[in-house]
């Protein structure tokens, strides 16, 4: 089995669920366009990981984007004879990979690649080009969407995270795709005492997050609120918050942020997401979610009941929300409960047994699968 996943330089979930696939088969070695061991998780380090010519030019996430061209043909002339089956782990360019005849390739389809597909998330300091780069890109898409639909239909078995995307993927590509959620590791969460004395953004900071919502609802109503995580957009957020309210901590270790779940008031979480690994793990710490009711949460968060959904990227709607929520009464087991599903053990099973076949098996593994 080899793993190939399309760039490890940020510490965002979709990293976090090849640590679990890695799990899965843990002689595999991982392929991938970049690797940045210091600015992503820290299992990979334990790992045989390969990367693309051209690797060695990138120092972080931004300036991996700008070659895009290159990794995707980096994927496409990569050689896997060697492997039995392959498991792509994928948005844009590890689906490019061919593997040789009689090698077995399932494709784990996190989204359609937002660039091409839903270019209007994304505001200019979030992509990585100067605005030649972005009249180019534009002119192109017809040719790059059609480059991306070729690329995922030569996969023969696609797997995705959640019914919102398998809807996705199913508009963008005319391909049916398996429900195999990505996991959290429950064990890892602790539920927290009290009712938490601060509220808590995890995310990548990049526009579509929309995490100047959190900061701006938070000054609005005078609350605290932590923001975890790093990106372009860090510069531009910090100038919107203030030191009373808004504090940034940036990418820290992994038990500093377990903590934070289980410390916080609830998760702030503002963005039209594909699937959001960060509301299962609050929710695995006991804490409720205030979140946009759109994409991937309206399938992990059960409204009045684990958390608060608003129905509009506005400033006001969060207020309207956060002051409901500050109304009501959570009950952190509930909410624990309500994630189990999630956990990693299932996972590892299900992407045991669609990345080799109906046939495989795992030793001391339950055979539940997650979907």
């Not at 965002?12 to 991938?32: H, I, K, L, Q, S």
């Not at 940045?36 to 972080?60: I, K, M, N, Q, S």
């Not at 995580?229 to 309210?245: A, M, S």
């Not at 684990?306 to 709607?317: D, N, R, Y």
Request: charged content about 25%; proline content about 6%.
């Amino acid at each position: 089995m080899a793993i190939v996943h399309d760039a490890l330089v940020n510490r965002g979930g979709a990293e976090r669920v090849v640590t679990y696939m890695c799990e899965a088969f843990p002689d595999a070695p991982v392929f991938t366009s970049v690797y940045l061991p210091d600015r992503t998780y820290e299992e990979f380090g334990r790992r045989e990981v390969h990367v693309l010519p051209g690797a060695r030019w990138v120092r972080d996430e931004r300036r991996a984007k700008r070659f895009l061209p290159l990794w995707i043909a980096g994927f496409r002339a990569l050689d896997l004879s060697r492997f039995d089956a392959v498991l792509s782990s994928s948005t844009f360019g590890a689906k490019h990979v061919r593997p040789a005849a009689g090698v077995r390739h399932a494709g784990y389809l996190y989204a359609p690649f937002r660039l091409v597909w839903k270019p209007e998330a994304y505001d200019p300091s979030s992509v990585p080009v100067g605005r030649v780069g972005r009249w180019a890109v534009a002119v192109a898409r017809p040719l790059l969407r059609a480059g991306d639909r070729r690329a995922t239909a030569r996969i023969p078995a696609l797997a995705t995270t959640c019914r919102n995307m398998a809807e996705e993927i199913a508009r963008c590509y005319g391909r049916d795709a398996r429900i195999i959620p990505a996991p959290v590791r429950l064990s890892e969460y602790r539920v927290g005492a009290g009712s938490g004395e601060y509220y808590l953004a995890v995310s990548r900071l990049i526009s579509h997050k929309r995490i100047d919502l959190a900061i701006e609802a938070c000054k609005h109503l005078r609350k605290r609120l932590i923001i975890v995580g790093d990106g372009p957009q860090r510069e531009h957020l910090q100038r919107l918050g203030d030191e009373e309210h808004v504090r940034f901590v940036g990418a820290i270790p992994r038990q500093q942020l377990v903590d934070l779940y289980a410390g916080c008031r609830a998760l702030l979480f503002c963005s039209h997401e594909d699937y959001g690994l960060a509301p299962i793990e609050a929710q695995a710490s006991g804490r409720p979610v205030i979140a946009y009711g759109a994409g991937g949460v309206l399938e992990t968060i059960i409204d009045g009941r684990t958390g608060i959904l608003f129905k509009e990227q506005t400033v006001e709607a969060l207020v309207d929300a956060m002051r409901a929520f500050e109304q009501r009464r959570f009950d952190a087991g509930e909410i624990r409960r309500s994630v189990e599903r999630f956990d990693v053990p299932g996972f590892v099973s299900a992407i045991r047994e669609f990345a080799l076949g109906p046939a495989a098996t795992t030793a001391g593994v339950p055979t539940d699968a997650c979907a």
